[in-house]
């Protein structure tokens, strides 16, 4: 066994791994290609650089491409983002076209690797209408949404409708973010990577030196929330939940760490709103991140004594299966793919309001039993659901339907 | 002598089947119309998937009446709906659709929830995967199903079930090759285990303490 694979079996027994290399067998040689729209910031390309390498491992031939756009094109697919998640917002005819010349221009360039391949996975809707401009392709493509489609601004889903129906199949997070299409729509939940930087184990020497970059007591109560500054994620509500635990906390710290995606223009925009929410309070740290700061953020989930994602829409919501990771009980908001990981009373809570999370802090800060016995829970919960390798088992799974058509059962021997 | 047990393993692939209820009677009218394999998903399926739900309503109907609907006399009717005893999965869904309609007769107001609390009507794709694990004679067993993962005692004693005569598990049609007379008690310790009580580690357990009380039946 490979280096790496003995790492991951180390973490999630043989078995797993044994599982893994078992599928993977008889597709040795395939060539898959990833398409996504950025190379670092965001879950999905969590996911792919540590995904690819995986797959490469176990025999696929696998390349991971990212399209390129200019600041209208991401403005355009933002506008996208926001309206498949509810948003009442249309992009300008501008946009629109910067939309379709991007994924023209990218499709050219990509051609030779697009239709050659035997499997291309489409991530989300930046890159979907390379599909349309390869029409030589050769293998089986499928669109993976990694977006909760429940309720999506119609103008805006049947504008993306014709680029994604002509697939041989999609992905989502969850049922209840799918949409009908005329295809079969395959559900997987995404996963973290333990053996990533932000998911490895630390050295309390590692946590104690963040901690002490960070100017935070390690003798008082610290609650951490990880993500995006994003008006889905409700900072500015985890600031109101924050105040008021802290009036039975007292000396209750907060940090809001995100970082950066090339593709999320409006995160310096809601930056502003939440450092204007946090005033100059001395507890509250307001952490801009760089997209490569894995280990700190690691080691501020470890510090702390709760995680919080206090989202009002959420894809899956990865920085929970963090948090989880580490041990640590999660306040999440209950919605989208938090609701999969957090099961109040046994990974955590779910709220609705800032005044159910602040609820919920102080239940738990008050509780030191409760919060390790859900701790403890949580990750091995992880363990057992949410891990690279069950992400990729699935996948596996996924390739061989899509090569052997549709049948209900395919048999790899 | 028969041939090695060869292990098997499995993975679950689930998908949409275009159907979602937001009432007792969606579910009564959609049950009519659901495919065979979205009936079968929703009552083995959970046992390979991340929950906390409620372990004794074993069924996602079960689980929906309990959780979302709040009905807990539906609920109890529902979890005791057994698969098992069932030859077709036609029969099956019959079972449900008595459960259900007698409930609805009974009903003063409809029962119905939010979006939020839907019932997706799911099926999966099954892959077959074989391990380079075997099992050479009964006595090996204990042995050989402790290195047992979760998709090889889901294919070996749930999705068996549907592949061979009699609801038999792999093991037992496994068993049948040898001299059935000497392994009788332990056909008969493995015919006693309920697969359809709780997890599948709990499972492992079942099947384990089965063989070893069986073996321990075996004339010397």
């Keep these: ?413 | 002598m028969p041939t090695a047990f060869t292990v098997m393993d499995c993975a679950i692939l689930a998908r949409t089947t275009g159907l979602a209820v937001q009432s007792l009677r969606e579910l009564r009218d959609a049950l009519l119309k659901a495919e065979p394999e979205s009936i079968y998903y929703h009552f083995w399926g959970g046992l390979l998937r991340p929950t906390f739900d409620d372990p004794e309503f074993i069924n996602d109907f079960a689980v929906w009446a309990w959780r979302e609907l709040r009905d807990r006399a539906l609920a109890e009717r529902l979890a005791m709906v057994d698969p098992a005893a069932h030859a077709t999965i036609e029969e099956l869904r019959e079972e449900l659709l008595e459960v259900i309609e007698s409930h609805l007769d009974g009903l003063e107001r409809p029962l119905w929830v939010d979006r939020d609390g839907q019932f997706d009507f799911l099926a999966a794709r099954v892959t077959v995967i074989p391990t380079r694990d075997t099992i050479v004679t009964p006595e090996d067993l204990p042995g050989g199903l402790r290195r047992f993962s979760r998709g090889s005692l889901f294919y070996h004693f749930i999705d068996a079930r549907r592949r061979h005569d009699e609801s038999l598990d792999d093991l037992r049609a496994w068993l049948g090759g040898f001299d059935r007379t000497r392994y009788a008690p332990l056909s008969a310790r493995l015919a006693g285990v309920d697969p359809f009580q709780g997890s599948l580690s709990r499972l492992r357990d079942q099947v384990l303490d089965a063989v070893n009380r069986g073996l321990a039946e075996v004339p010397e």
């Excluded at chain 1, 950025?38 to 995904?51: D, F, N, Q, S, W």
């Excluded at chain 1, 184990?201 to 960070?214: N, P």
């Excluded at chain 1, 995006?228 to 940090?255: C, H, N, S, T």
């Design chain 1, 1 to 413: 066994m490979s280096a790496l694979l003995t790492q991951y079996a180390e973490v999630v027994g043989d078995a797993v791994v044994e599982q893994l290399r078992a599928l993977a067998r008889p597709l040795t040689g395939l060539r898959v290609v990833h398409v996504n729209s950025t190379r670092v910031g965001g879950g999905v390309a969590e996911i792919l650089t540590k995904m690819v390498p995986l797959m490469r491992e176990l025999g696929l031939e696998v390349r991971w491409e990212v399209i390129t756009g200019d600041d209208l094109f991401y403005s355009c697919t933002k506008t996208f983002h926001n309206a498949l998640q509810g948003n009442q917002v249309n992009p300008t005819v501008t946009q629109l076209k910067a939309y379709e010349d991007t994924n023209l221009r990218n499709a050219e360039r990509l051609r030779g690797v697009l239709s050659g391949a035997e499997i291309v996975v489409i991530h989300d809707p930046q890159p979907a209408p390379l599909l349309g401009h390869v029409p030589e392709r050769k293998g089986r493509w499928v669109w993976r949404c990694h977006i909760d489609l429940s309720q999506p601004h119609r103008p805006v889903w049947k504008y993306l409708l014709p680029h994604v129906a002509g697939y041989d199949g999609s992905i989502f997070s969850l049922s209840s973010f799918a949409r009908r299409l005329p295809h079969p729509c395959y559900l997987i939940p995404p996963s973290i990577d333990p053996l990533a930087d932000k998911n490895r184990d630390l050295t309390d020497r590692e946590v104690a030196a963040v901690r002490q970059q960070f100017n935070l007591d390690p003798d008082r109560y610290l609650v951490t929330q990880v993500s995006r500054f994003d008006r889905f994620k409700d900072p500015v509500g985890v600031i109101q939940a924050w105040e008021m635990a802290r009036r039975y906390v007292p000396g209750l710290q907060l940090v809001l760490a995100g970082g950066t995606a090339t593709d999320d223009p409006e995160g310096a925009e809601v930056l502003r709103e939440v450092q204007e929410a946090a005033g100059q309070h001395p507890d509250v740290r307001i952490l801009l991140l760089p997209a490569d700061a894995n280990v700190t953020i690691n080691a501020l989930q470890r510090a702390s004594d709760l995680v919080i994602q206090k989202s009002t829409r959420e894809g899956f919501g990865l920085t929970v299966t963090e948090g989880l990771w580490k041990g640590k009980p999660v306040i999440g908001g209950n919605v989208g793919g938090i609701r999969l990981q957090v099961h109040d009373h046994h990974t955590g809570f779910l709220v609705d309001t800032p005044e159910g999370a602040a609820v919920r802090m102080r239940y738990l800060l008050s509780h030191a039993g409760v919060r390790e016995r859900m701790g403890a829970r949580a990750r091995e919960f992880v363990r057992e659901n949410f891990l690279l390798t069950r992400h990729t088992t699935e996948y596996l799974a996924l390739f061989h339907t899509l090569l052997e058509g549709r049948a209900e059962r395919v048999d790899v021997a």
